[in-house]
């Protein structure tokens, strides 16, 4: 805590697009405080790059994709949400198509990834974004909504319109351990009965009982992990959305049958406030003092070497 990070070596994954169905490498490479998180199209002439920003969003049907002048990347929520559990700040992706790859449909196997990869602490303050004032977004009977409170927390309730998942709900202390363990590890889940239509509007080509849990008219045709997976999973999109905001929240969020188009809305929000000047009136970005000494000889993160 206290200090932004990046991670200490570069590490390669490679795997396919949940909606595409496309195989694509990812490179996640240190970067320098300040610099926050971006992908990088290796595929692209001029290999054009994409922030993950609020102002960035383009898409949230099924998945959160960015998009800046032309230059898309897909289903960016399990990595960034891997990112905000880790607490990493800053980190050049670079991706060799349009779209993340989805592994095994959950945030574990970039966690894996990135631990092996080491985190490494810049010598630069860490700086959050403190709710002081309520935010309430609502549309129909679902809605999401953003409290002040010491710590992350997040309220999350959902129907998910079947016998076996009438409704779920969780409330959770987001710490790096719980999401490691709670969180991270729960994939992504569709139901048959969809298959058809998304398929039709190019969307799950890349879905398969190995990365994510299928539900039948009967219930799951796979092994859940936790028996409110799905309500997990809903947890790990919303702190993935959350993270576009680039710096870490305090407050406590509660979700009802959200997704994300209100995650997304709940961060432009946020975003709005922070950008307008009546900061008194909602949020306030908290920068957490230095609390040691910095080294003369101290050499920045990120500046080329590691
Ligand atoms: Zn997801």
Redo the contacts with the bound molecule.
Sequence with gaps: MGRQKTIGRPITCSGIGLHSGQEVSMNLCPSPPDTGIIFRRMDLPDTPVVQARPENILDVHYATTLGKAGVEVKTV??LLAALAGLGIDNLMVEISGPEVPVMDGSAAPFVDLLLQAGIRRHYVPKTYIVVTKPLVIEMGNRSIQILPSKRFRIHYSMGFDHPRFPEQSIELLISRRTFIRKIAPSR?YGFLRDVEYLWRRGLALGGSLENTVVIGDEGPLNDLRFGDELIR?KV??LIGDLYLLGRPLQGTVVAKGAGHLLHTTLVREIQRHLESDQVSRCVVAAPEPLSFPVPASAKPLGSPAV
Aim: proline residues 0%; hydrophobic residues 15%.
């Design positions: 929520e399990h992504t999973h790990l999109d």
